[in-house]
Every structure is written in C-alpha cells, then in structure tokens.
C-alpha cells in the first residue's frame, strides 16, 4: 500500500463526508415539508488491502440514500385516517338530520299533537263550523309536514349522491398520480438508487386516499404499490390506474370500477373513508328514517281511516276514509306513505265527530282525540313517542359521531407525533450531525494535505 492509496482514501473519504453534509442540509431544508421522512447516507467499507501479511482498511463511501420509515406504524395510520375518513364525512349529514328531526314547537311531532287536539276541541262542540275547519286545517298542515320531511330527506340523498360523484375526479387524479410514480420509482430504483422523494410524494398520496376511499395497499419487489378497495378490487396496479365512476339506478348513484374492458360494481362493504360513510347514510341510515317516516304516516291514516269510516258527518255521510295514501311503492304497504299522504275531506261537515247524524253527538271525535296517546304503532308507541323514538336515533347517532371524530382525531395526533418523532427531522440532531461531519470532512481535507507535502518530500529525495 503506498501513498497514492492513502491519497485515494482521503479522496473517498472527502467525498462521503460531502454527500453527508448535503444529505444533512436536504433534511434541514425540509423539516417543515409535510411528508418528507428524514434521509441518510449508508455508509459501506471500501474492500481491504491484503499488504505484506495484513488486510489495510482503505476508508469508506456512500453507498446509498435510505429514508427514515416505520411500515408497521404506517399501515395504523392508514387504517385509523380511514376510520376518521367515515366518521367525519358523516358528521355534516348527521347534523342536517338532527335539525330536520328535531324536537321544537314547530316540528312533526307539534303537528300531530295539533292535529289530535283539535279533535279533543270538536268533541266539545261537535257541530261547530270553526271547530271543524280547525280540524281540516290542521290534517292540512300536517300531510305538509310528512311531505316536506320526505321531500328533505330526499334531498339529502341526492346531495350525498352529488358529493360522492363530484369527489370523483380528485380521487381518480390521485390513482393515475400514484400510477406514475409507481413508474418512476420502479426506473430509478432498478438502478439501485432508493427514490426517496418519489415514494414520500407516493405515501403522502396513499394516505389521502386511505381518508377517502379505506385502501388496500401492497409493494411489489420493483418498488410499485398495487392499490385496492377493501373487496381486492383494483385501482393501481404498477403503472396502470383503474377509474372510478358512478352509474345512476333507480336507488341512486351506483359507485363502479372501470377495468378497461369491464365494469365491476362497489358496494359499502368494499369501501372505507368518506365514501363508506356516506354510502352507508345514503344507502342504509336515511332509508331506515324514510322507512320510519312512512310507517309513522300509514299508521296515523290507517287508525285515523277506520274510526273516521265508523263515524257519521254533519251531511249524514258514513263510509268515508279522511286520508288518502298512494299505493305502496316498495315491499311493504308503508312504502311512500309520507310522501303521499292527503286530506280527502273538502267539507268539514263530512267530518265524522258522532257515531250518527244527531245534534250533539261527540263520541267519534272523542275516540279520535284518545287516539294520540294510544299505542297504536306497532302496538308499542304512540304516534308522539314513535317520532320521538326516531329524533333520539338521529340525536343519538350524531352525538356517537361527534365522540368517535374526537377520538379518532386525538388517536391521529398521537399517532402522527409518533411517526414524526421516527421519521421526521430533528434540527437539534441534524445540527449535531452537521459539525460531526464538518470535523470528518475537514479531516479528510487535512489527510489529503498531508499525503501530498510526503509525495512532494519523496519527489525532491529522488531529484
């Protein structure tokens, strides 16, 4: 080993030192950048040097740049930011349904009180003209109010629908975004150098998706992520992304994957994020109420029909229903009866208060006042504490998802100082880091130095 071989070292040796520092600075430089993971050099042996009976170490090089990452704590954050992506997508819904089915003077429920007490007013003066138009006037408002409660509940529907279509073309930019980083980390990595700013820009990408849509994902061994839905379906595979799109039935929006020379549906179950949550309040949670809202609305016709049809009017007429109901529009007979339901009555002395046509006769209005209280839906609630069993359901749910949001955000936070305190970048260390690598490059600078004032002494011994 002669001096050319230590002048050889010092060169490497100020080399790695300088890729140090630089790889140092990059990670001062960005720790505000969100995503970046903190960088640094691995460090190989140059092969020693088998010189007269000993192996001569001959220094060090960079031999790559690896990135600071945790893959098991990843993938909990994928998994938790999906759980927050449902919850939170549902927290704006829950609340317009909350107020819809609230429990003020004016809501559902007050009209079906009020609807009931003027019977109780008719059965005092049962052959009052103002007593009866009270009691025409109120079935009046209240069929209004069973159809504007139908009527914003699909509105609301359809709303979720647009949200869900409309969030579309940014997830799909996403999926072709994480298909051409795929191909880029696959180019530069078959050359042995680690992409480390792609596959940042590509996890920052996984998770935004994982908030919206519940993903799946898996390294292949050239260093793309293939990406799927909950079911397997694919999005990303290699440098190819899969669309999604929305297809209108007569449910509503239907969510499909393009595959290119086929379609496959999605249901809820394949999904995760925001996406699950709203699916599962368009396609379960506002189906349920609509169904309660019905059932609500065919009992009170049906109880209120067949004490009416008993009963006897001013104008001796008998036989007659006071609501009308459409024919039902789904499997069971409650179906659409909300949106349906009418006053036939256009002359409040067709009203039935008495069981006959005589003067004074009352006990007909009396059944129909009692009928407010009874426990006539489903044989356990009354028509009050029906609607108020389904404002504490939405009351309930909305309050469930406010909790699960917070701890779900506090479980993110926590998780997220985790991962940073991992992978992120630490300017106390980094600046330790620094004038440990200044001392070594300036060594290496003194080596070289030194090495060459002995090649100059040799030089003039041979002159």
Excluded: C
């Excluded at 080993?1 to 140090?20: E, F, I, P, R, Y």
């Excluded at 992506?85 to 429920?109: I, M």
Aim: aromatic share 4%; glycine share 8%.
């Amino acid at each position: 080993m002669g001096l050319s071989d230590v002048l050889n070292m010092g060169k490497t040796s100020l080399a790695t030192h300088q890729t140090l520092m630089e790889v140092t600075g990059n990670n001062i430089a960005n720790v505000n950048s969100e995503g970046y993971s903190r960088q640094s050099v691995e460090l190989g042996t140059v092969p020693a040097l088998n010189f007269r009976g000993f192996q001569i170490g001959r220094g060090v090089t960079a031999s790559n740049i690896l990135r600071a990452q945790d893959t098991f704590l990843n993938r909990q954050i994928l998994d938790k930011n999906s759980a927050l992506g449902e919850q939170a997508a549902q927290t704006t819904p829950l609340a317009e349904l909350e107020t819809l089915f609230n429990l003020d003077e004016d809501n559902l429920s007050a009209r079906i009180d009020r609807f009931f007490d003027s019977w109780e007013q008719l059965s005092v003066t049962p052959d009052g003209s103002v007593e009866r138009d009270s009691v025409l006037q109120n079935a009046t408002l209240l069929g209004d109010a069973f159809h504007a409660m139908s009527n914003d509940l699909g509105k609301l529907s359809q709303q979720l629908d647009s949200t869900l279509a409309d969030s579309l073309s940014g997830i799909n930019q996403k999926l072709r975004q994480v298909a051409d980083l795929n191909q880029r980390v696959a180019t530069v990595e078959a050359s042995g150098v680690n992409a480390n700013a792609d596959r940042d820009s590509r996890d920052a990408l996984l998770e935004e998706l994982s908030y919206s849509l519940g993903i799946k994902s898996y390294e292949n061994k050239d260093g793309s992520i293939d990406v799927q839905l909950q079911s397997g379906l694919p999005l990303v595979s290699g440098n190819q992304a899969f669309a999604l799109e929305t297809v209108d039935s007569a449910s509503g929006a239907v969510l499909q994957v393009n595959l290119g020379t086929s379609s496959r549906p999605v249901d809820a179950n394949s999904l995760g994020g925001e996406f699950k949550g709203l699916t599962t309040l368009r396609d379960e949670f506002i189906p349920q109420l609509m169904d309660n809202l019905d059932q609500l609305a065919y009992s009170l016709a049906t109880e209120v029909n067949g004490l009416h049809s008993a009963g006897t009017g001013l104008d001796g007429s008998t036989g007659q229903a006071f609501f009308s109901l459409a024919p039902s529009s789904g499997d069971n007979p409650w179906s659409g009866a909300a949106a349906s339901i009418e006053t036939v009555l256009t002359d409040s002395r067709q009203i039935a208060a008495g069981q006959s046509a005589a003067t004074g006769d009352n006990r007909n209005a009396l059944l129909m006042a009692a009928l407010k209280d009874a426990k006539v839906v489903g044989g356990v609630h009354s028509f009050g504490t029906y609607y108020a069993s389904i404002a504490s359901d939405v009351g309930l749910e909305s309050a469930q998802n406010q909790l699960s949001v917070s701890g779900l955000e506090d479980t993110m936070l926590q998780m997220e100082n985790l991962r940073d305190g991992k992978t992120g970048v630490s300017l106390e260390e980094e600046m330790i880091n620094l004038i440990q690598y200044q001392r070594g490059f300036e060594a290496s600078a003194k080596l070289l130095t030194t090495v060459d004032e002995m090649m100059d002494t040799v030089l003039s011994i041979k002159r």
